[in-house]
C-alpha cells in the first residue's frame, strides 16, 4: 500500500528508526479515561486541550519536522476566530521532543499525564518512543506523520495515511508491513521511464528503504541501479556520472533534503539528464528554487508524490481556505497542508461529541471505519484491522512537477482519479 511506502519514504529522511522501549503510564490507565466524568456548565466553557509533539529541534535540522506544526496551529487559529468547536476555544500546547525518545517520553507525560490533552494532532517526531504510553491512556493521536512503525503498531494512534495493520502492540502484520508499487507504476506508463537509479546513505533506515524502493521498481519491471554513498562524506559526484554513463532516466532518493540537493548539483555538473527525479513529500515545498540554486537541469525534472492534494491547487476550496489562513507564512510545504489536515480531522471528531469533548468519544469517531477526506485534502484514508495483509491494493496518488516561475503544477488530473491496482511489497521497519 502506498500509504505506508510514503511512512518508509519520511522514515528514511529522517534517517533515523530507532528501536525504542515505551515507559509505562506513571498513573493508572483508570486516570486517563474520561468517560465517567461528569459535565457541569462551566467545564462546557473550557477550552478543548489538544497536543502537538514535534521534534522542532532534532540531530537532523531544526526546520525538517516543523511545517506539520505550522499547518495544525494555523488552523486552530483560524477555527478559534471562528468561535471555535461549539463555543469553545482550542488551546494548543505544543512540546519539542529534541528528536531523541527520552525528550518524546517526557513530552507525553507533560502533555498526556499533566496537561491532560483530549488529543494529540499532527505528531511528527523522530522517535516516537512514547507511543505505547499513549496508546495505554487511550488518548487518540490524530494524523501524525508515520515516520516510525507507531502508526502501524497501536491503537488509538491514527497516522495520516491510514492503515490496515492489526494495530495490537507488534508492527504490522508478523513485524512486517507493506509498501504499493503506484509510483514506479506511474512514471513507467506516463513518462516512458524504463532505468531507475535507487540513491542510498550507508545507514540503517536509508539503506532499508532503498531496499523496497528497488523491489517495487524491480516488480514493475525497470532495469534498476543501486547507488550508495557515505552519510559522512557521500560522493555524489560519482554517483551521478555513474548514473549518466548507465543511462538513467528515473531517480529515486532514500537520502535528506541536503542530500537530494547536493544530488541534483552534481548531475547538473556532469550533464546527467533524466526524466525526472523523484522526491517525497517532506520535500514538497516551496523553497525548491532556493534549495536547488546550482541545478536548475535537475530542477526542471522534479517531481513529488503524495496522498494529500497540492497546496498549490488554489482552485479547490480546501486548499484555498488554507493558503488564505497561512499566507502569512513565509514559505508553504505539503506537510503544512497535512498538518492542517490533521486539525481538521480533530476538529470534526470533537464536533461530533457535542459540548461533551472527551478522549473517549474522539476515539470513537476516529475508529467507526469511514474513509476520511479532510473536505478533500486527503486521498480517502481509512483504518482497518485486517488478519492478513492485501497482496494487491488500488492506491491513488497525488503527483506535481516543479516549473520555474509556477512552482509545483499538478499533474495528470485529479489525484482521486490518478490510480493504480498494484501489489502491496512487505518490507522490515
Known sequence: MRRRARAAEALAAGLALLAVTACGSRLPESAFDDRGASRTPAAAREPVRVGIITSATSPVGGATFTDTR????????????????????????????????????????????????????????????????????????????????????????????????????????????????????????????????????????????????????????????????????PNFRAVAADMKDRGVDLVLDAIDAHGNAQLCKAMDQVGARVTAKVTNVQNWTSTVAADYKDAPHCRAALWATGASRNYQDTGHPAVRAFRDATAGLGTHAQWQLEGWAAALWFTDAARSCATDVTRACVDRFMNRGTPYTADGLLVPVTFRRLAAPPTHRRTCLSVAKWTDGKGWVTRSGDMDRTCFDVPQLSYQP
Open 70 to 233: 505550522d499547518g495544525a496551529q494555523a488552523y486552530f487559529r483560524n477555527l478559534n476566530q471562528k468561535g471555535g468547536i461549539q463555543g469553545r476555544r482550542v488551546e494548543v500546547l505544543t512540546c519539542d521532543d529534541g528528536g531523541s525518545g527520552v525528550g518524546n517520553n517526557e513530552c507525553v507525560h507533560k502533555l498526556v499525564d499533566e496537561q491532560r490533552v483530549v488529543a494529540l494532532v499532527a505528531t511528527t517526531s523522530l522517535d516516537y518512543a512514547g507511543a505505547a504510553r499513549v496508546s495505554r491512556a487511550g488518548v487518540p493521536d490524530i494524523g501524525g506523520q508515520p515516520i516510525g512503525a507507531a502508526y502501524d503498531t497501536y491503537p488509538h494512534l491514527y497516522g495520516i495515511y491510514g492503515s490496515l495493520a492489526p494495530r495490537r502492540g507488534t508492527p504490522g502484520w508478523d513485524g512486517k508491513l507493506y509498501g504499493g508499487t503506484e509510483v514506479y507504476r506511474y512514471f513507467k506508463r506516463e513518462q516512458g521511464a524504463r532505468t531507475a537509479a535507487v540513491v542510498s546513505y550507508n545507514q540503517a533506515a536509508s539503506a532499508g528503504y532503498a531496499r523496497l524502493v528497488t523491489r517495487g521498481l524491480k516488480a514493475e519491471g525497470y532495469r534498476v541501479i543501486s547507488e550508495q554513498v557515505d552519510f559522512a562524506l
